[in-house]
């Protein structure tokens, strides 16, 4: 089916994306993989080309569009071209619109022009050791001294956690914490007290970084508070919609390049004498894959139509991303059977999306959480 939420400014945008990834991405994406983290250039790079802060007002130097369209643009190329590890998404999709919708006149004069230059790159910092999938866990805690708030705690597995200039950090600002004592603090690089801990080994997205945080004792100005005081799970639920959304569009862009690379070796594979594809059950498995990932892409499509006109509940979000996500993961493991031996090695792409993907099913909340959502908003 001919895709239709796209207009000729979109396939422009996508034609930038391309020679930005042949230009800037690809030739040093396996030197990224082997650091464990990408260059600082590059995010400079992808800030000259005006691929930051697409949502952004023109006047801090964005792009000054909620057009989601563009940004499930960026998420279908940047996986298609296997490259997760420079986190555009994360910091565009999943980070700026608590910096655009949240900050004041003086945060964002402050924060936008780097966020979207590239200078600044940015982190969330929800995750604890102790809690992940249940916020209300977090321990990470301020207290109010004045003209500054007091942090202390620790969060784990955080994107960008080593290259992050600003971390939005989720902390305590009450004493039992939970729904209403939650509140978003932006941390500055170089501010005292606060220490980036490992790289941690991951088993794909090897360019990504991903880091433990350590706040000890850290001053973090009163004017760094992001949002509503105890406001932070009330903002979180806000932003999250999006952040699943754009992992959903991420992993059905997956899918759908997995099949057509599978379908073109089945093509050329040959078992016994004959190509693979002349083998009924490889004939199926392609002829299912492909039903699944037409039936989800009508879905995403519409998903991204509303988001754009501002129309995307949570439920739906939830829905995108566990549904999405669960198919790339069923998607990648039988492409992977299809390519036999050479699915394993890592030279291959099937290989490398098995495990880079591997992760969408847990991150920006499990497929059990996301069914959690529906479920309670169906059933109460
Ligand atoms: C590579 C990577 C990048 C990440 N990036 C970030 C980041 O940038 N910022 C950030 O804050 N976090 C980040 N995370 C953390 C991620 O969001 C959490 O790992 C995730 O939310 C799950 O939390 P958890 O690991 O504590 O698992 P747990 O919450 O301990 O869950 C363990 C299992 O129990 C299930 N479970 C939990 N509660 C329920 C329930 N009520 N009903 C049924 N099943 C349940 C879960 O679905 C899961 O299967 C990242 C994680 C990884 C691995």
Redesign the pocket.
Known sequence: MKRQIFAPEHDAFRETVRSFLAREVLPYYEQWEQDGIVSREAWRAAGKQGLLGLAADEEYGGGGTADFRYSAVLAEEFTRAGAPGLALG?HNDIIGPYLTGLATEEQKRRWLPGFCDGSLIT?????EPG????LQGIRTHAEDRGDHWLLNGS???????ILADLVIV?AKTTPEGGAHGLSLLVVERGTEGFERGRNLD?IG?KA?D?AELFFHDVHVPKENLLGELHGAFVHLMTNLAQERLSIAVAAIAAAEHLLEITTEYVKEREAFGRPLATKQHIRFEIAEMATECAVTRAFLDRCIEDHSSGGLDAVHASMAKWWATELQKRVADRCLQLHGGYGYMTDYPVARAFTDGR?QT????????MK?IIGRSLLG
């Open positions: 994360l982190a969330i910092a929800m995750t809690a992940g999938s249940d969060k784990t597995f955080i994107s960008n956690g989720v991951k997205q990504q991903t992760i847990i991150y920006g909340g499990t497929t059990e959480i959690e």
